[in-house]
């Protein structure tokens, strides 16, 4: 009986023992990272600095600031680029002068966004007193800075509209609040600044968590600094806008709403300056730690804020956004807390009512606007909001029929297009009737009937006005395109027309097409039996055709073998998965924790928090006249983890355990990678051999479940799992509760709409680490399961110690310069001079002589695949055709007799330049391998010598040369590479 009782427990230990075992197989840079940790000296300095301030602190009456505490980030970023400069490759020459100039770059560029910061806390000011809102928002200085941002924003985009986006306008624009929010402009300078802090929260807990976090916060500070952006969706798009309103003074043509790009423009032009544009977008991690900070305080005593707050500092994805790729994710995350926040300070339930009531949904509807313009995720976030606001107020069953009814509109609607699925149209009304119908149910048994009309004008309010805030962009958007469709309201029209080499357009330029049998047989049909291939002037058919029969036409080019493996579907497939939906959302927890969609990439690891969470909500329901059921729930998650397992293995291919290891520690052999090779490889052994190298059987069966019964059958799981939560926490805090149910429901869309992306979900892996620190710290210890408050506190430390210890390697896990922390072409030119202009270092003079080439002449035309520096390719919007995929390579090389005529086609739309970027294969992952095959057939094109001349490439190469018979090594293609390059350019002769 004893056993029996126990075995809750046992399971428990045995499902975390599992996910932090393969966790860190499947992350093995942490482990790596120990035998690299060339920052150890940096570390004891710093640990000394700390015992001396707080003995400076505790044994004397020195008054404590806050500037004090911004002080002490400066000394760190000081210390760490000096250490820095001493290990790379421009130590040779390193000055302490240069250490001082580099934290120079930093307090101007940092300063000129504190001064942005607080004006736009005036502006913040000067809304809500337009608005006249007292009771229900608070004035403090988070909502000052969000409304400001929003409000100014919203200016912005007529400024811009107009084409004088300039400095002169901007700072007049930026003035306008200061007389009449002086008070809260001066305050929030006083508190920032000047204001003292009190001595209890100085002790040895608060100190050291905050000095941790100093250290982490300070890398950032110095990988923020750029020229340029230097992650692909940044350069491509989010800073590519910025640069193009920055340059133009003006709006650009083109893309989805961008509201913080126009944002980031902004600080740039004040100063004239583009790089407090990249700075501003990564700098707002400190705001996403300030409103989380916040958010915490009635939950987590000050020691566990910080505590939260470290470990976010040093989780890789956070360091990603915060230091690598200056994308729009932290400002998205920071507007999705900000509407929490606002929700979760509102007085009572019943506030929302009268006058004041009606202006706070405004608020809310502005703020949703305003998050919609900054990514299209948010039409999602907008049923999480309302099902919030209707839980505060009506309680958990009304709030999830709010959800339902949401989530059938987005079927009805076809919404589920922004998140790029596909539904047939029986699947589609099938989700949207079961979705509704059930939505309708719990509405009607939960909600009184005066309360139905409540609802609806509260929801009404905020569509209505979050639609008024975003409606410019639409009014852009349909101007720019001519028509009022869907898609036209919400996507602008580039400047250059998308390629499209469809039949009409091969035909007039003399180009012959095949006909596939298909296309044969229907038009043999249509011409009563005749023989294409009898006709003589098969020129004069084709013509015909096109005359007479365009239906003929149309089936050509939309023929299923042409449209299969759609570049959005493989960059969907990428991160979420090829083994049928339902296994796909079935292991997409496990998947996404593991990194098996996309393997041991750093920028997708949020840590294990959100999957070891699940074993103690388990244990956390545990009572004994439930023990058969937690047991069976235990046993079903274990079930989970093996088939998890299974797939994630498999994606690896046949591989043995040895070979896994050494995909796993990629060849390293120091002291603490020899010895975690000794120790995992039987358990690898185990997962390879006898269950990641074999799938058949039942699994197959999941593949052939319809999308319709999948998507209806884990909605149905998430509303049992979500009531079961809120019933055994309702007791225990209220706040909790609202932060949980709002991290549940977010994920869940997330789940469904967000592809796998774990950026996508930073919200809810936010706050499952903040709900896992009071589980473990606040609520177990208060329940006396010393077990398990002991076992999540190791957790933490071994994830807190190996994410710290991380932190200072190399970011792309080169173990070889595991001190290249940072960008060396950067901070060296940070380092030798105030405010540099942009410099090409950071690519290398080979790539530096391509951007050159590409930008002598503004009117040659570039047809670019993938590649990093397309944001270097001046009027860009005017010139350059992306096939990142080569979607458009495959379909139309499949339509001509001759595939090299694709470059007659290229030259035919003026484009002289092929940017193509030499490790676009890498990234396919596809069962088929369809894009390594685009690859492999667009190189065959390269390949064509007579037609086709290499410009420059960084690629190295080694062949003999036929003159003198040597083996010579040089930058170019055509030969065997012996340093892999990632960057070609040829021109089309």
């Known amino acids: 009986m004893n056993l029996i009782k126990r075995l809750p427990a046992a399971l428990f230990f045995i499902a975390i023992l599992i996910i932090a075992l393969l966790y860190y197989i499947n992350r093995s840079y942490y482990l790596i990272s120990l035998d690299f940790t060339k920052y150890a000296a940096l570390w004891i300095v710093e640990a000394a600095i700390l015992g001396l301030l707080y003995l400076l602190v505790t044994k004397t009456k020195i008054k404590i600031r806050r500037w004090h505490a911004y002080l002490i980030i400066l000394i760190n970023v000081f210390l760490l680029h000096l250490t820095y400069s001493k290990t790379t490759a421009f130590s040779e020459d390193y000055t302490i002068i240069k250490s001082f100039t580099f934290l120079g770059n930093v307090i101007i560029t940092q300063m000129s966004l504190f001064l942005v910061a607080t004006f736009i806390i005036a502006w913040g000011g000067t809304f809500l007193k337009i608005l006249k809102i007292k009771d229900l928002v608070k004035n403090d200085h988070l909502n000052l800075f969000g409304f400001g941002i929003i409000a100014i924003t919203f200016l912005l985009f007529f400024v811009a509209y107009i084409g004088q986006f300039n400095p002169l306008v901007l700072w007049l624009i930026l003035l306008i609040p200061i007389i009449p929010s002086y008070k809260k402009t001066w305050?929030?300078?006083?508190?920032?600044?000047?204001?003292?802090?009190?001595?209890?929260?100085?002790?040895?807990?608060?100190?050291?968590?905050?000095?941790?976090?100093?250290?982490?916060?300070?890398?950032?500070?110095?990988g923020a600094l750029k020229l340029f952006?230097?992650?692909?969706?940044?350069?491509?798009?989010?800073?590519?806008?910025?640069?193009?309103?920055?340059?133009?003074?003006?709006?650009?043509?083109?893309?989805?709403?961008?509201?913080?790009?126009?944002?980031?423009?902004?600080?740039?032009k004040l100063f004239d300056y583009f790089s407090i544009s990249?700075?501003?977008?990564?700098?707002?991690?400190?705001?996403?730690?300030?409103?989380?900070?916040?958010?915490?305080?009635?939950?987590?005593?000050?020691?566990?804020?910080?505590?939260?707050?470290?470990?976010?500092?040093?989780?890789?994805?956070?360091?990603?956004?915060?230091?690598?790729?200056?994308?729009?994710?932290?400002?998205?995350?920071?507007?999705?807390?900000?509407?929490?926040?606002?929700?979760?300070?509102?007085?009572?339930?019943?506030?929302?009512?009268?006058?004041?009531?009606?202006?706070?949904?405004?608020?809310?509807?502005?703020?949703?606007?305003?998050?919609?313009?900054?990514?299209?995720?948010?039409?999602?976030?907008l049923a999480t909001i309302v099902g919030l606001l209707?839980?505060?107020?009506?309680?958990?069953?009304?709030?999830?029929?709010?959800?339902?009814?949401?989530?059938?509109?987005?079927?009805?609607?076809?919404?589920?297009?922004?998140?790029?699925?596909?539904?047939?149209?029986?699947?589609?009304?099938?989700?949207?009737?079961?979705?509704?119908?059930?939505?309708?149910f719990l509405l009607y048994k939960s909600v009184k009937k005066n309360e139905f009309i409540s609802i609806f004008k509260g929801v009404s309010i905020i569509a209505i006005v979050s639609m008024v805030y975003f409606s410019p962009w639409m009014v852009k958007n349909a101007k720019e395109n001519g028509n009022l469709s869907f898609s036209s309201l919400l996507i602008g029209k580039e400047n250059l027309a998308p390629l499209n080499f469809n039949y009409r357009y091969l035909d007039n330029h003399d180009i012959e097409f095949q006909f596939f049998p298909k296309h044969r047989r229907t038009i043999e049909s249509a011409l009563s039996g005749i023989d294409i291939d009898s006709l003589s002037d098969r020129r004069k058919f084709q013509l015909w055709i096109q005359e007479v029969?365009?239906?003929?036409?149309?089936?050509?080019?939309?023929?299923?073998?042409?449209?299969?493996?759609?570049?959005?579907?493989?960059?969907?497939?990428?991160?979420?998965?090829?083994?049928?939906?339902?296994?796909?959302?079935?292991?997409?927890?496990?998947?996404?924790t593991m990194g098996s969609a996309i393997p041991f990439l750093r920028s997708f690891d949020f840590g294990f928090w959100l999957l070891i969470f699940v074993p103690f909500i388990l244990y956390f329901s545990y009572s004994k006249k439930?023990?058969?059921?937690?047991?069976?729930?235990?046993?079903?998650?274990?079930?989970?983890?093996?088939?998890?397992?299974?797939?994630?293995?498999?994606?690896?291919?046949?591989?043995?355990?040895?070979?896994?290891?050494?995909?796993?520690?990629?060849?390293?052999?120091g002291f603490v990678s020899s010895l975690s090779k000794i120790f995992l490889t039987p358990i690898l052994w185990l997962f390879t051999d006898l269950i990641g190298n074999h799938r058949e059987g039942i699994l197959n069966i999941f593949e052939k479940i319809p999308k319709s019964f999948t998507l209806i059958f884990y909605v149905g799981i998430g509303i049992f799992i979500i009531r079961k939560i809120h019933k055994k926490l309702n007791p225990v805090n209220s706040k909790l509760n609202y932060i949980i149910y709002t991290a549940s429901v977010y994920g869940f869309f997330w789940f469904f709409f967000g592809n796998g992306i774990p950026g996508y979900a930073l919200l809810t892996w936010l706050m499952v680490v903040v709900f896992f620190i009071w589980f473990i710290f606040t609520f177990l210890k208060g329940s006396g399961k010393k077990l398990m408050s002991r076992t999540g506190f190791a957790l933490v430390l071994i994830a807190l110690t190996l994410q710290f210890i991380s932190s200072y390697t190399n970011q792309q896990n080169n173990w070889e310069r595991s001190e290249n922390l940072f960008s060396e072409a950067f901070v060296n030119t940070f380092s030798n001079s105030t405010l540099p202009e942009t410099n090409y270092d950071y690519y290398g003079k080979e790539v530096d002589k391509i951007i050159k080439t590409i930008n002598h002449n503004k009117q040659d035309k570039i047809y670019k695949i993938s590649t990093y520096i397309g944001f270097q390719i001046d009027d860009k919007l005017n010139r350059c055709y992306d096939d990142d995929l080569l979607q458009v390579f495959d379909r139309t090389s499949k339509l001509l007799v001759h595939p090299e005529d694709y470059l007659k086609l290229l030259k035919s739309k003026g484009i002289k330049y092929i940017l193509v970027d030499l490790n676009i294969n890498q990234i396919d992952q596809t069962a088929d391998k369809s894009l390594i095959q685009k690859a492999?057939?667009?190189?065959?094109?390269?390949?064509?010598?007579?037609?086709?001349?290499?410009?420059?490439?960084?690629?190295?190469?080694?062949?003999t040369n036929p003159q003198t018979g040597q083996v010579e090594r040089n930058y170019g293609i055509y030969g065997r590479t012996v340093k892999k390059g990632n960057i070609a350019c040829f021109e089309i002769l």
């Not at 505590?307 to 994710?329: E, H, N, Q, R």
């Not at 057939?937 to 062949?959: M, P, S």
């Open 229 to 268: 952006p230097i992650g692909y969706d940044a350069s491509k798009t989010y800073q590519f806008i910025s640069k193009g309103i920055y340059e133009s003074e003006s709006l650009i043509s083109g893309f989805q709403a961008y509201n913080w790009p126009l944002f980031t423009a902004f600080c740039a």
């Open 549 to 592: 029969n365009p239906k003929d036409i149309r089936i050509l080019n939309s023929d299923k073998d042409l449209k299969q493996n759609e570049a959005i579907d493989e960059e969907i497939k990428r991160y979420i998965g090829y083994d049928g939906d339902f296994l796909n959302y079935l292991t997409l927890p496990y998947d996404v």
């Open 187 to 222: 305050n929030w300078l006083k508190d920032t600044t000047v204001s003292e802090i009190d001595n209890k929260y100085l002790n040895k807990k608060n100190l050291t968590l905050f000095f941790l976090f100093s250290m982490l916060i300070s890398m950032q500070f110095i």
């Open 936 to 959: 492999s057939n667009f190189a065959k094109i390269l390949n064509l010598r007579d037609k086709i001349r290499l410009v420059g490439t960084n690629n190295i190469i080694e062949y």
């Open 390 to 440: 209707v839980y505060r107020k009506m309680g958990l069953d009304a709030s999830l029929g709010i959800i339902l009814i949401g989530l059938s509109m987005i079927f009805g609607l076809k919404l589920y297009g922004l998140a790029y699925l596909q539904f047939d149209n029986m699947d589609r009304w099938v989700i949207f009737a079961v979705l509704l119908f059930a939505g309708i």
């Open 278 to 381: 990249i700075y501003a977008s990564h700098l707002m991690i400190i705001a996403c730690f300030w409103i989380i900070f916040t958010l915490a305080k009635s939950l987590l005593s000050l020691p566990l804020r910080w505590l939260v707050i470290a470990i976010l500092s040093c989780t890789p994805i956070l360091i990603y956004f915060g230091m690598s790729d200056s994308k729009v994710d932290l400002a998205f995350l920071f507007f999705q807390l900000f509407l929490i926040k606002l929700i979760l300070d509102l007085p009572n339930v019943d506030a929302i009512k009268g006058a004041e009531g009606i202006k706070f949904l405004v608020l809310i509807g502005i703020t949703l606007g305003f998050l919609i313009g900054i990514k299209y995720l948010a039409f999602f976030y």
């Open 626 to 669: 439930r023990l058969l059921a937690i047991s069976l729930w235990s046993i079903g998650f274990l079930a989970l983890l093996i088939i998890s397992i299974q797939l994630n293995f498999y994606k690896y291919g046949d591989r043995t355990a040895s070979e896994f290891i050494n995909l796993v520690f990629q060849d390293t052999n």
